[in-house]
């Protein structure tokens, strides 16, 4: 069926608003990051004369900043693994048993968490947490895993709902158990939906700034990245400059992250939703 034109148009205006929303953020912060302040000061928006890369050299010498970097990278593998052994191994118990109550109940229960605004729940996090001595980089890893399960379950089972049960029982034939079944024959077949949730939930922690902004700041040495860079910012307000070095380098590794397994992620989505 072809498009009406004017739809069309309307479909690529969209397109075009959107791309430039998030084009204009971006080359803000990489025009600012390379110019001197001087150069800002004249114009926030004007190409710099040349590539410079003081404000980089200042920002990797203020403070502990390789130890922020540390935190982050510690916090976001630790909870990603995690994350890929958990949610594939919970959805397959699911989807294996869905016609019985106890599991159609579960699945409706952890999926109940998506439609809890994280502004209801913030605060008695923080006091659980408080009480559980959890303040720190464990909480932290165990509140991402904790909320990383409403969606990664929902995609994983949707996803395994269409891995046909004949591969299970021809397994069982074979002399395989469940956790054998789950680790050589279904859990390879499961690539693309957990290279979905490895990329989505590595672009949520790497870049949350709520979370540990709650769990964290009572202590600088538990900071995160974000957190560092918020704090680095107060304290510089005037030169942005910093600021917008910062932001440039803590994009670097997730963009390359997301260039890497971008091709997965509309797969994974698609059959995890859909099918």
């Not at 009480?131 to 990383?148: K, P």
Request: charge should be positive.
């Amino acid at each position: 069926m072809r498009t009406h034109p004017a739809l069309q148009t309307v479909k690529y205006a969209i397109l075009a608003v959107g791309m430039i929303a998030i084009l204009i953020p971006m080359y803000i912060t990489v025009v600012v990051a390379m110019k001197t302040p001087a150069e800002s000061a004249r114009s926030m928006f004007s190409l710099p004369s040349g590539f410079y890369l003081g404000n980089f050299e200042k920002v990797i010498h203020a403070g502990k900043y390789w130890n922020y970097v540390g935190n982050s990278v510690y916090i976001t593998v630790v909870s990603i693994v995690l994350m890929l052994l958990l949610i594939p191994m919970v959805s397959f118990a699911i989807s294996r048993n869905f016609k019985k109550k106890y599991y159609i109940f579960l699945f409706y229960f952890i999926l109940s968490g998506i439609f809890v605004p994280f502004q209801v729940i913030m605060l008695p996090i923080v006091k659980h947490m408080s009480n559980l001595h959890l303040l720190n980089h464990t909480g932290l890893i165990i509140m991402y895993i904790s909320l990383s399960f409403t969606q990664g379950m929902f995609l994983s089972v949707g996803f395994l709902k269409n891995i046909p049960m004949e591969l299970d029982e021809a397994s069982r034939i074979d002399g395989c158990g469940v956790w054998q079944t789950f680790a050589t024959i279904i859990f390879p077949l499961m690539i693309p939906i957990t290279s979905t949730i490895l990329i989505l939930n590595s672009l949520w922690i790497w870049n949350d700034f709520m979370l540990p902004l709650v769990l964290l700041n009572r202590s600088q040495k538990f900071w995160t990245l974000p957190l560092f860079i918020y704090n680095f910012k107060t304290e510089y307000t005037i030169d942005y400059n910093l600021a917008f070095a910062g932001f440039f380098m803590s994009m670097l590794p997730i963009i390359a992250l997301y260039a890497f397994m971008q091709r997965y992620i509309i797969s994974g989505l698609t059959e995890g939703a859909l099918k």
